[in-house]
């Protein structure tokens, strides 16, 4: 089966082809509009969209010698995202589908994110947990079976990825943060200040970032001292943020005696994240996607669409954007 997988939840345009569960053709071109806006602007990324997902459709099926003619069926990111870059994308597989009698199927965006460590890893089995870690979420997830999931933890203010955007903001290094903080930290000392570590001690599975970013805003009002430089408030910052999310990873593969986990999300990008879970984690099977599998993309749409579709599942027509999209649990 050939699927069209289309991705405009946020400020990625991304189309990918999947065929009979391999990936053949995944593109993605990530909007730079925003960068001097220091975040996403919704109605900027929506128009982006609009303006791209043709061409980025037609490269996704021309890098593999297709037309439009050769598929059988779309699938299309539902939701959880921004409610007008999702119709961006939503009303192009309308078009589609409806014009080549051809089969939609909406994907959950959060759901998609822990299939695309199937395609990183086709060995990859059940159970396993996942570490969703990205601008939006930061989640801990159970991942029993297709359709099993439970929610171990989540952030109760800012995720993981926002908290680096924040604290890069506060720190004057540009949008995306998670990259500039990692870039800057490099010639830093993590242990130069003893950030917060939001919910380090606590029993449950949830995390808090909210804390760590006011610390770094009341330490930068206060900032004056030499012997401390940037980059070791940097490198101070990200290890707060690395600390908690391995910890409580650790923390809930050990309680759920689980051996296989996988990082999924914008943040698993980050190289000391990676460095610092395999460490802690000696003993299991970590995965970590390459970075095109990370971010946001559209063949982890593809392929959870295909998936589906060859499940029997199938769209009604009259679907519409869910910008709140939750993972069902049990
Ligand atoms: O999954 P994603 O591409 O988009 C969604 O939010 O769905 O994640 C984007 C987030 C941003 O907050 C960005 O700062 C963060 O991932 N990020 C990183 C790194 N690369 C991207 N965070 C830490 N280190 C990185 N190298
Ligand atoms: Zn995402």
Redesign the pocket.
């Known amino acids: 089966m050939i699927v069209l997988g289309i991705e405009t ?4 345009t991304a189309a990918s082809v999947c065929i009979d569960g391999k990936i053949v053709s995944s593109i993605i071109s990530s909007q730079e509009i925003h960068a001097e806006f220091g975040g996403v602007v919704p109605e900027l990324a929506s128009r982006e969209h609009e303006y791209l997902l043709n061409t980025i459709v037609n490269r996704s099926l021309e890098k593999v010698g297709f037309n439009y003619h050769n598929i059988d069926g779309i699938a299309v990111t539902q939701g959880p ?1 921004l409610a007008g870059t999702l119709l961006t994308g939503i009303c192009f597989a309308k078009g589609l589908s409806q014009g080549l009698s051809i089969p939609i199927i909406t994907v959950n ?1 959060l759901e998609a ?1 822990i299939f695309a460590n199937f395609i990183a890893d086709p060995e990859l089995e059940f159970p396993f947990i996942s570490l969703l ?5 930061t989640q801990l997830w159970l991942i029993e079976n297709v359709g099993k999931y439970k929610l171990l933890g989540e952030t109760l203010d800012d ?4 908290a ?2 924040k604290g ?1 903001r506060i720190l004057k290094l540009g ?8 870039k800057s930290a490099k010639g830093g000392i993590p242990s130069a200040i003893k950030f917060p570590r939001g919910l380090i001690k606590s029993d449950s599975f949830d995390f808090s970032f909210s804390g760590l970013k006011t610390a770094l805003l009341y330490y930068m009002d206060d900032y004056s001292n030499n012997t401390i430089t940037m980059n070791d408030v940097a490198a101070s910052y ?1 290890e707060a ?1 690395i600390d908690v999310l391995s910890i409580k990873l650790s923390k809930a593969m050990d309680y759920y005696k689980i051996t296989t986990c996988v990082i ?10 990676r460095t610092r879970i395999h460490t802690l984690l000696p003993e299991k099977k970590v995965i970590f996607p390459e970075l095109d599998l ?3 993309n559209a063949a982890m749409v593809a392929y959870l669409g295909e998936l589906k579709l060859k499940n029997g599942e199938q769209s009604k027509i009259n679907f519409g954007v869910k910008p709140n999209l939750k993972m069902i649990t049990f």
């Open positions: 939840s946020c400020d990625e995202g965006h994110h870690v990205s601008g939006g979420h995720a993981a990825g926002e680096f955007d890069a949008y995306p943060g998670g990259p500039a903080i990692e990200q943020i999924a999300g914008g943040v698993a990008a980050n190289k000391n994240l990370c971010t946001d």
